[in-house]
């Protein structure tokens, strides 16, 4: 194993994962901004390196800066938390080429799952279905009408490239499509660097299951069955639990089983190793593959509360060249988690509702866990996303794991920014969540004030 | 007059209009950034452009007047 290791992350990620490896026997090394030098994971790891200022391109996203950071204290590898360089095949390869240990997959794998057009095509070639739309990249107006008329309407105009949101939109019409197709190509060519754009059929109110999976070198994959995600904003997740309330009391065991083999067949056409999420989109009775990301996901606690597999203990012992000791029939959930992601925003409007945090009390009580960024007297600034923490709740059953979190939520208290700690409330009164009636549009039509 | 202000604090990634200009209620003027989202704000009112109080990637509290309309 690593003697030392490197968080390049930031918030309860960096936290989460230097609790972690120096559980493990190894060293830990923070790296931050000027925004986030009074923050708790800084101070906790063995050793902290300044990047640079606030602004992630000078900071997190700095590759000269992190690279310089590991050779200075000598760290064997690095662990990209999620977001920022987690998934920058260049990064994971500059890393190598330094004798630094990327903690992620194999940056050929990650190349593969980047464009998502040929990400499509690959897993669909391998057998894992597939939501209607191009095969390839649509080049000009012309041909995404043509093909939105094979597809049918409404189609969703992606960029290939994008991620959590940005660059997506829907269109009802012709007409729509039109603007929302030149739109897209600039926002592509905004935040990715290039104009590519493809098409695919829109669900209207589909769930979103993902399946985590743990490979190692050795080529060696396993499945560590499923989480649901469904309840989003602005397509980022609020909540995420394991497992789906859709296979509770052994309802829809085919469709649970078509969701794992077409997991695990994604993750093999990438050739991938280390923790990754196979991503699906539910719509009556099918499961469609959207994307596999490539690394530790926001919601990897539910997963690991449930299963009792250490994730992240996994990512660093696969990175170190350890064969898997797991075994697929090994695998079995106990219980239910659900996750709130605690976000600095209105709990209405989600407007971001950055300052200081004046007040910040975690709950407490049995199966309660929070993974918090930020202690009271921090002050959340407006350089990064709005989540601040993630207060992850068990219990043996789903209706136990409910009342726990309404308690929990109740008592957690925050002031001095707006939260939606609210909105987790309303949510967890819905009729429809408690009933497990989930989907992507849950927000819109449940949980309003 | 009328004081278009900051409804979120962030900091200023585009304005997008200029001194003089006519503008109706719902035209963007100034798009503020906050954590990682790009957030349009919107004349309330129309009329023209007095004073732009902001300059691009300045940080900006909510409650802060980004542009004066007249």
């Not at chain 1, 990047?51 to 000269?64: C, R, T």
């Not at chain 1, 669900?203 to 560590?224: C, M, N, S």
């Not at chain 1, 639990?241 to 052994?250: R, Y």
Request: charged letters at 25%; aromatic letters at 6%.
């Amino acid at each position: 194993m690593f003697k030392k290791i490197l968080v390049a992350n930031r918030g309860e990620i960096a936290r989460r994962i230097i609790t972690v490896a120096r559980g493990m026997g190894m060293q830990t090394v923070a790296v931050y901004s000027d925004a986030d030098a009074e923050l708790p994971f800084v101070k906790e790891a063995d050793e902290a390196v300044r990047l640079g200022p606030a602004p992630a391109k000078d900071s997190y996203l700095n590759v000269a800066a992190l690279l310089d950071a590991a050779k200075k204290t000598k760290a064997e590898a690095i662990h990209p938390g999620y977001g920022f360089i987690s998934e920058n095949a260049e990064f994971a390869k500059t890393m190598a080429d330094s004798g630094i240990v990327f903690v992620g997959p194999p940056p050929e794998a990650m190349l593969r799952m980047k464009d998502k057009s040929e990400a499509r095509r690959l897993v669909a070639a391998a057998g894992v279905p597939i939501v209607p739309g191009t095969k390839d990249t649509v080049a000009d107006v012309a041909t995404a009408l043509s093909e939105a008329e094979r597809i049918g309407y409404p189609v969703l105009c992606k960029a290939a490239g994008g991620g959590g949101g940005i660059g997506m939109a829907v269109a009802n019409t012709p007409a729509e499509l039109e603007k929302v197709f030149r739109a897209c190509v600039d926002r592509a060519r905004a935040a990715f660097s290039r104009d590519t754009v493809y098409l695919e059929r829109y669900f209207p109110a589909p769930r979103h299951l993902e399946v985590q999976i743990l490979g190692d070198l050795k080529g060696h994959t396993l499945h560590i069955l499923d989480r649901e995600c469904s309840i989003q904003r602005r397509h980022q997740k609020v909540v995420e639990e394991a497992g789906s309330p859709l296979f509770l009391d052994g309802q829809n065991t085919s469709v649970r089983e078509q969701l794992y083999e077409a997991g695990l067949k994604a993750a093999k056409a990438f050739g991938y190793a280390n923790a990754g999420t196979v991503e699906f989109l539910y719509s009556d009775g099918q499961v469609y593959f959207i994307e596999m990301n490539a690394r530790l996901q926001v919601e990897h606690p539910v997963t690991e509360l449930t299963t009792g597999v250490d994730l992240i203990g996994w990512q660093f012992r696969i990175a170190a060249g350890e064969a898997l000791t797991l075994k697929q029939e090994d695998i079995t959930r106990k219980g239910h988690a659900l996750e709130f992601r605690i976000y600095a925003e209105d709990p209405v409007k989600f407007f971001p509702s950055p300052g200081p945090l004046k007040v910040f009390q975690a709950p407490t009580g049995t199966g309660v866990r929070l993974d918090a960024g930020y202690a009271e007297g921090n002050t959340v600034t407006p350089n990064y996303d709005p989540m601040i923490a993630k207060l992850i709740i068990s219990g043996d059953s789903r209706a136990q794991a409910i009342a726990r979190a309404k308690d929990a939520l109740a008592s957690f208290k925050i002031e001095g920014i707006k939260h939606n700690v609210p909105l987790h409330l309303r949510i967890l009164e819905s009729e429809a969540f408690v009933a497990g009636r989930i989907d992507t549009k849950f927000l819109e039509h449940h949980a309003k004030p | 007059m009328a004081d278009v202000t900051a409804h979120i604090t962030g900091t200023v990634w585009k304005i997008e209009c200029k001194v003089g200009q006519t503008v109706n209620a719902g035209d963007t003027l100034v798009i503020l950034e906050s954590m990682k989202m790009e957030m349009p704000v919107e004349a309330t009112d129309g009329g023209v452009v007095k004073e732009i109080r902001c300059k691009e990637t300045q940080a900006v509290s909510e409650g802060d007047v980004l542009v004066v309309l007249g």
